[in-house]
């Protein structure tokens, strides 16, 4: 991300099965000693779903719609292996409901959009 971006996100834990795994987060939290190795073995990840600034332009008091347009621009000169990912974002509300026992990210981290 560019120097002074402001993001609003959450770190999560995916498990094994694709699910969020906040037991998994915890334990990176209180790992003392352990934490370099829980890292290699049980990455994380920053998913961000707002723009609060970048670039000096305070995105606050902008639409959403807007904010997500300058959001999904910011990723783009991250590296390949980067842990920082973009929450998916939904406008039906139908189609989330039936894709949430189908696809682990879309049920658990969803940003609304409504127009």
Do not use: N
Request: charged fraction near 20%; glycine fraction near 8%.
């Amino acid at each position: 991300m560019p120097p002074g971006t402001v993001v609003d996100g959450e770190i999560v834990r995916w498990g094994r099965d694709g699910w969020l795994d906040f037991a998994a987060l915890q334990r990176r939290h209180v790992a003392g000693h352990r934490r370099a190795a829980l890292a290699a073995s049980e990455p994380c990840h920053y998913v961000v779903w707002d723009v609060l600034e970048t670039a000096g332009v305070d995105y606050r008091p902008a639409p959403l719609w807007l904010r997500r347009e300058v959001l999904e621009q910011l990723p783009a000169g991250l590296p390949g292996t980067s842990r920082v990912v973009l929450c998916p974002q939904m406008r039906d509300v139908g189609f989330s409901k039936r894709s949430c026992s189908i696809d682990p990210v879309t049920c658990g981290l969803t940003s609304w959009t409504c127009s």
